[in-house]
């Protein structure tokens, strides 16, 4: 079993950047994919990057160029180091393993909130 804490939120004016930590406990994290989700109000959750035990990256269109995932497996942690916020990227960001066929986690933790406005 595995659980993830979120940490990193808060608000931001548009053009700024947060930083999101995520750590994990009670698994043997290097053998995960894990990755960065969010949800915005009104919306589904969606896939915002994921990073594979061999640091392998992935981001969405919406993040590409902007959202950088690292790992370190020493630590236990996830990276998002978000640039160049807008007011789109607001939403309850949601770190969680990235299940290798193509399904969504069935459980998910808090999050963390992030707020992009003037």
């Known amino acids: 079993q595995v659980q993830f804490v979120e940490s990193g939120g808060g608000s931001v004016q548009p053009g700024g950047s947060l930083r999101l930590s995520c750590t994990a406990s009670?698994?043997?994290?290097?053998?995960?994919?894990v990755a960065w989700y969010r949800q915005a109000p009104g919306k589904q959750r969606e896939l915002v990057a994921s990073?594979?035990?061999?640091?392998?990256?992935f981001y969405a269109d919406s993040a590409k160029g902007r959202f950088t995932i690292s790992r370190d497996n020493a630590k236990k942690t996830v990276s998002l180091q978000m640039n160049s916020l807008k007011a789109e990227d607001t939403a309850v960001y949601y770190c969680?393993?990235?299940?290798?066929?193509?399904?969504?986690?069935?459980?998910w933790g808090q999050g963390t909130q992030v707020n992009v406005s003037s």
């Open positions: 969680n393993r990235r299940p290798y066929d193509g399904g969504t986690p069935e459980s």
């Open positions: 990073i594979t035990p061999g640091a392998s990256t």
């Open positions: 009670g698994s043997i994290f290097s053998n995960y994919r």
